[in-house]
């Protein structure tokens, strides 16, 4: 089992920055691919980003590219998001999910996830 837990959610103004973390416990971190996903109101999960076991290899949803960056410090058991130039649209439950080695941006192929943190961002 691997337990996740992610804070550093909260309320912004429109072009502000929040950083996400999630921490994770219970097997070998560096083992595990980790995602971040989110969902607003009335619609359906969907990826934002995701880092591979091994440290540099990322992905992005296209919305959020150039304006997002994943990281982990394995040493932490931590995954990070930082968020950048947020807009309102991006007001959201923002989920932190993990699968053995290679990252996916398919939801349905994650077998850990967390409880989730909102993200607000108002206009």
């Known amino acids: 089992q691997v337990q996740l837990v992610e804070s550093g959610g909260g309320s912004v103004q429109a072009g502000g920055s929040l950083r996400l973390s999630c921490a994770a416990s219970g097997r070998t971190f560096s083992n595990y691919a980790m995602g971040w996903f989110r969902q607003a109101p009335g619609k359906e999960r969907e990826f934002v980003a995701a880092?591979?076991?091994?440290?540099?290899?990322?992905a992005y949803a296209g919305s959020v590219k150039g304006r997002f960056t994943i990281s982990r410090d394995n040493a932490k058991n931590t995954v990070y998001l930082q968020m950048n130039s947020l807009k309102p649209e991006e007001t959201a439950v923002y989920y932190c999910?993990?699968?053995?080695?290679?990252?996916?941006?398919?939801?349905?192929?994650?077998?850990?996830w967390g409880q989730g943190t909102q993200v607000t961002v108002s206009s």
């Open positions: 880092s591979s076991s091994r440290v540099g290899n990322t």
């Open positions: 999910a993990a699968r053995l080695f290679q990252y996916s941006d398919d939801d349905r192929e994650y077998d850990y």
